[in-house]
């Protein structure tokens, strides 16, 4: 059987034993693995593998409508007859019976949404239909399943649960949240946006605001990326793979700083302004740092040590200059600490009273100073009949 289209799905080693006619039997373990670990929990498990591989598997089709281009006839003609042929195979099959064991959804909402409707459609032309939505929105591999991933040495792995936080739970931010917010919709238009450096005092809320982003807009198709640094280098290998996705990405470098000898921050610099080739408009990077000059400087750097002082100066510097938008976050004075104490008491249905704040201010002492994160952490703590 000659697949046009999907022929990389094909050769699936489960899929392509049906085709041939083998015994569903001797693939029986493969497709109770599926089942286990990678269903979203369709009632035919049969059909949501072969929904599942077409879609996550990356072909001409996913390429073309990923790149938002429209699919023209030929190609839908050639997908068409491929559907046809695999749901040929499924009615010939028929159900195989098998419940998964109860577990809690792992992938993105929108993705297990979209699987789920592929499995309940028994028309070929309308599955197309779901399956051109699919790639359109949501893209194809692991980009579809998740909206955070980690970034590691031998490659990208998807977050399962990304931390919850909102801007809602975020307090007294209110202006930093707006520029945020701005720079970010314009990234989600497709509108040229800037990178952004966000830094200060430790638990005022930097890394906070990037995870509140992602879940602010996630259904909307932003994607977080998180870099440690060992892994900056690899950022414009990324900018050409993303650069082809109907996603937006945020590239997340958290709590960034260099010493002087760190080759990773001249990376950086390339990376962000630098190269020959244009920054993809669907990608920025955003960065949390407790500094605001990025690399570590000495009194010796100001003493005049190197013969152009003033260029070694300028060296250090203009790494955080890349940075189109630069917000800084500062610790609260006690009276703004105890405002954010108050403020989440009262959505535990608490009201602060004299002896409240003085137990809050005790906390901040002997826990880490008057900052957004301790006045989470006391309120988190804090037992009503204490």
């Not at 695999?86 to 998964?100: A, E, P, W």
């Not at 032309?125 to 699919?134: A, D, I, P, Q, V």
């Not at 591999?141 to 931390?163: M, N, R, V």
């Not at 602060?352 to 809050?360: D, F, G, H, L, S």
Request: hydrophobic share 40%.
């Amino acid at each position: 059987m000659n697949f046009k289209v999907f022929g990389k799905a094909a050769k699936d080693e489960v899929i392509e034993t049906l085709v041939s006619g083998g015994d569903i039997e001797a693939v029986s373990d493969k497709i109770i693995e599926f089942a286990e670990l990678v269903s979203v929990g369709c009632e035919d498990v049969l059909k949501e593998y072969v929904i599942t591989r077409i879609a996550d598997e990356e072909n001409v089709l996913s390429k073309v409508i990923g790149s938002g281009l429209e699919a023209g006839e030929s190609l839908k003609k050639a997908a068409l007859s491929d559907l046809e042929e695999f749901i040929k195979l499924l009615n010939r099959l028929g159900t195989y019976n098998y419940i998964k064991s109860q577990g809690t959804d792992k992938y993105f909402s929108l993705y297990t949404q979209s699987i789920k409707a592929m499995c309940a459609e028994k028309d070929s032309e309308k599955l197309l239909e779901l399956l051109c939505r699919h790639f359109r929105q949501i893209g194809t591999g692991i980009f579809a399943k998740y909206t955070a991933f980690l970034q590691e040495a031998d490659g990208i792995s998807g977050i399962e649960s990304p931390d919850p936080t909102t801007f809602d739970t975020l307090i007294g931010l209110e202006h930093i949240k707006e520029v945020l917010i701005d720079n970010t919709e314009a990234l989600m238009r497709g509108e040229r946006a800037n990178n952004v450096l966000l830094f200060g005092d430790r638990g005022t809320g930097k890394s906070s605001c990037v995870k509140a982003l992602l879940n602010m807009y996630c259904e909307r198709g932003l994607k977080v990326i998180e870099l440690p640094k060992n892994c900056i280098g690899k950022i414009p290998e990324l900018f050409k793979k993303l650069a082809k996705m109907p996603h937006k990405f945020i590239l997340y470098l958290d709590d960034l700083s260099f010493e002087k000898h760190e080759p990773e921050y001249r990376s950086l610099k390339v990376a962000m302004d630098g190269q020959l080739g244009a920054t993809p408009q669907n990608v920025l990077i955003y960065a949390t740092s407790n500094r605001r000059h990025l690399i570590k400087e000495n009194w010796k750097d100001r003493e005049g040590g190197d013969v152009h002082a003033s260029d070694n100066m300028q060296e250090m510097l203009s790494l955080s200059e890349r940075f189109g938008i630069r917000l800084v976050f500062s610790a609260p004075n006690q009276k703004e600490y105890l405002d954010i104490v108050a403020k989440l008491l009262k959505r535990k249905g608490i009201k602060i009273t004299p002896q409240i704040e003085q137990k809050a201010i005790i906390w901040q002492m002997n826990y880490g100073g008057r900052t957004p994160r301790c006045a989470a952490q006391f309120v988190a703590a804090y037992n009503e009949r204490n």
